[in-house]
Each structure stands twice: as C-alpha cells, then as structure tokens.
C-alpha cells in the first residue's frame, strides 16, 4: 500500500445498513457503520462506530472502536476501545486504551519501544499463522 500523508480526511465510508462480504483492503482513513464479514486492512485511521460490526482482523496505523469486532486488531500506533466497545480478539499496538465499560476478551502485546515492538509483534504474528496451519 502506498504511504499516506493526509491522516484528517476520511477516505472510505462504509455507512449504516451496508453489508460487506470478503475481505477489504483499503488506502487511507475508513469510518465503519456497517457490517463486514472479512479482513480490513488499510495504512491509514480506522473508526469503528457504535453500531459497527466486524467479524475478521483488522490491521491499520491506529484504530478506535465503538462497535464488536469478532477478530484480531494490530494497529501500530494505537488502539483505543470506547465504553461500548466488545473486541473478542487480540490487540497489537504501541499504545491501548481502553474505557473501563468496553468488553475486551484475548492477548494485548503493547510496546512502546519500536525495535521491541517490531520483534515481539512479529514472532506473535508467526506463532498465529504456524497454529493456523497445524489446526488445517
């Protein structure tokens, strides 16, 4: 994916109502209204919104949650789960918050050092796609 500057513009809207099934790949910032039954993965912000579900992993720069996600979230820079916020997954992130009503159930690998962060992220990453495979 090309490397974005413009991190204030939101750039893909999924809105209330839609239904997307299959896995997203995206440029840039993505707000989140509906429903996706698959992966998303943009280099940009993603929102979450109260009403959104998702049921796939999410990768992005940084990610704030309202909605259910039904997966894993790797988010580089942060992850931010809001009072309504259900993620029954794992969270990858330099730096988690999470508001003290949001319902979080799996791992949470936050570093904030880069060299480390780099390297636990990667042989976690590794450890889930080897169990994936052996599970086959």
Excluded: P
């Amino acid at each position: 994916m090309a490397l974005r500057i413009d991190d204030i513009s939101i750039n893909t809207i999924i809105g209330s109502g839609s239904a997307i099934s299959g896995d997203i790949k995206v440029n840039g910032f993505v707000r989140i209204d509906g429903d996706i039954d698959g992966n998303l993965e943009t280099d940009g912000n993603v929102i979450i919104g109260e009403n959104a579900r998702i049921r796939g992993d999410v990768k992005a720069k940084s990610i704030i949650i309202g909605g259910i996600i039904l997966g894993n979230v790797h988010a580089v820079e942060s992850a931010k789960l809001l009072s309504n916020a259900i993620l029954i997954g794992d969270v990858i992130s330099h730096k988690v918050q999470i508001d003290d009503t949001a319902l979080f159930n799996g791992h949470c690998i936050s570093i904030k050092d880069d060299n480390e962060f780099t390297k636990v992220s990667d042989e976690y990453l590794q450890s889930k796609a080897i169990k994936a495979k052996v599970s086959l």
